[in-house]
């Protein structure tokens, strides 16, 4: 609606918002879904919604290869990840993670398989936080189901921005050929 | 609050919902930010909030270390998409996307610079989402927004998946060492 938005490529053809376009968009990301209405609403109200556990050391919080539908936060305590190596079969340290840490967040996301495995290095305390008490949220305090949302797509975002810039240090190697799947 | 919420680690010693804890995540998650109050709404709703260009071949889109508040969506057309190799300071091509790929969406939600150029192959139509209308579209129609929120977080956690299943495949080689940022 601003100057601005016009003159973002003064050196392109400018064709105006895409209302001309809306069937073509609409087939293009016809993959949205979940999550109807929401209001409004914070963290002391978000807590009742967590389910906290304390987990002895060497448990095994996440399985790779499970099916899984929920996040957790670290509290106190540390988890080591790690990921077997379809070579060698055998479970490789990928990563540690500490205190407030999310874990998860990506079969919460998409339901698919786990990616890694979390086991406990001494006692753990963590909140669990699943799919549908996530809709439930969204649906009950929308206020608090939006920075939930945000909350996810930083984390999502993060990651992402560090996992691309480890691949791309393997890239002078000339086996990296696609990062946009 | 269902029977399976405390069974979910039947081993391990349940403490209940995280009201004890809220100090303790209020200060873990202290960086949550963005976007108050929603309601009700779609798609052709959306449609008068993007901008739309066509570009001819050859043009950069989005370049590499820019700064940059805007996501696109591809409509018709193809980029390439390169990297700037920092060993021989050569762009090298780390992919293509065309109609229906989202570009841009990192920076649009960290504000850090761009990750990749993307240069048009042919003649490109595209629909731009900035930030600063993304909260407005937040704000105005909540409907709208979450889906779009919801959007974003199927599409950075796809991308999470993908670029993570790759940097594997170089684990073998024994230099992966951390993906939890």
Known sequence: ??????????SFEYLGDAVPYIERIGAIVAHIRLFEDFEAGELAR??????CYRAPGGAEIIRE???????????????????????????????LAGPGKILGEMSLVDGEPRFASCISMGSLLFAVLDRETMSRIIADESRIGIKLLMELILLLNQRLRHVSNELMQWLGQGRVTSIKP
Chains 1, 2 share one sequence.
């Open 1 to 10: 609606m601003s100057v601005s938005d016009t003159n973002r490529f003064p």
């Open 46 to 51: 978000l807590a009742p919604y967590l389910r």
């Open 65 to 95: 290869g499970d099916d899984g539908d929920f996040m957790m936060l670290l509290l106190d305590g540390t988890v080591e990840i790690l990921k077997v190596d379809p070579v060698t079969n055998l479970p490789v340290r990928v990563g």
